[in-house]
């Protein structure tokens, strides 16, 4: 049996089906992040000062793949243009061009940016005890300049025992009162060599940079994981549609083909639209 | 052009995001403002918004209207809990 309206417009809505179908589920998908999005900002509009970090995300590594994902946003129309001038071959390698972005885009969150997240140490000091760990912090200079405390000191565990973490310290922390680290930095700083003790006792909670570790890092990964996801889902269409299957559907009616290729396109292109927002919301502000 | 363009801005937000505009609701403000542009230029170029059937345009004002509803919960929310304030 063929499936109506692939092609043809539907005489009532005046569209292929297709096209209503991908703007209804577009519609849904605005709603589950505009879900995670509103939770975003109650979050983070009610952390109590100095809870919600900054400057803990790599910048540049965030923008490159900012820029892979509008590129690959780019390809996806060409590859759609292709198809409409019947130019099959160059379809071929603007669809290729896309899933390849695609597939940058996954390996550098999964394999660079998170794992390096999963390194990472952090631990919140209890509020009776911040002033024992002051050359760390350099709170009582924040609090004289009006900025916002800082209770937590991180790096890389070194090693622990039944009662102390030793952390080789973050910039921030090795060196608190700094006016440079008043401000996240555009290029990443390496951990220092300056190791610090802490007491177990004195410490509130201490993770990696998981999930547990805050609202923030919580949010964080909940977002850019479900972004992930829809990466991944678009990334399997596209091979589908690269693949040579394809190439029959594309013999038998190219409009075919050419219309798939626009919905897919469109889910892409609203993946995209999302990382706009992600982007500045959890790396830069 | 247009992706030249959202690269472009991409750079703007990264810069303007070391700038201190005096308080961080401002430069939040700001991020948010070269966001949507840039989201608004997706969304009217790529994604043929600019010129689409009026069916569509329904389907999106329903979900505009709906998701600013899902925001507006979270403001009363805010009124409604007023413990950190």
Request: aromatic fraction near 16%; charge should be positive; proline fraction near 5%.
């Amino acid at each position: 049996m063929e499936i109506p309206y692939t092609v043809s417009t539907r005489p009532d809505t005046g569209l292929w089906n297709a096209k209503i179908g991908i703007w209804l589920f577009l519609a849904s998908e605005v709603m589950l992040f505009g879900a995670l999005f509103s939770a975003y900002i109650f979050l983070r509009v009610d952390a109590a000062p100095g809870m919600w970090p900054h400057g803990l995300l790599n910048v540049p590594v965030g923008t490159m793949n900012t820029a892979i994902l509008i590129m690959s946003s780019v390809t996806v129309v060409l590859a759609w243009a292709a198809l409409k001038m019947r130019r099959y071959r160059a379809y071929w390698w603007y669809m290729l061009a896309t899933i390849s972005c695609g597939v940058i885009f996954l390996t550098v969150k999964l394999a660079y940016e998170w794992p390096q997240k999963f390194e990472h140490f952090g631990a919140y000091i209890k509020p009776e005890a911040l002033g024992k760990y002051e050359k760390y912090l350099g709170n009582e200079r924040r609090t004289e300049k009006g900025m916002e405390p800082r209770i937590e000191i991180t790096g890389h565990l070194h090693s622990q025992n039944a009662k102390e973490y030793e952390v080789a310290l973050d910039p921030v922390n090795a060196d608190p009162n700094n006016p440079a680290m008043d401000r996240p930095h555009f290029l990443p700083l390496p951990v220092t060599d300056k190791i610090a003790t802490i007491e177990k006792a004195d410490v509130e909670r201490a993770t990696m940079f998981l999930p547990t570790h805050s609202a923030y890092f919580a949010s964080y990964f909940t977002i850019t994981g479900l972004h992930g996801l829809h990466v991944l889902g678009g990334v399997l269409v596209f091979i589908y549609m690269w693949l040579p299957v394809s190439k029959k559907v594309y013999q038998r009616n190219p409009e075919h083909l050419a219309n798939r290729v626009e919905v897919s396109g469109l889910f892409w292109h609203f993946v995209d639209l999302i990382w706009i927002f992600v982007f500045p919301l959890f790396y830069l502000l | 052009m247009v992706g030249a363009l959202l690269l472009t801005f991409t750079a703007v937000t990264v810069a303007l995001s070391y700038v201190d505009f005096g308080t961080r609701k401002a430069n939040i403000g700001i991020a948010m403002l070269v966001a949507t542009l840039k989201a608004g230029a997706v969304a009217a170029v790529f994604m043929h918004l600019a010129a689409e059937k009026r069916l569509i345009y329904r389907i999106l004002i329903f979900t505009g209207f709906f998701v600013l509803g899902l925001f507006w919960l979270i403001l009363l929310a805010w009124y409604d809990y007023p413990v950190f304030r």
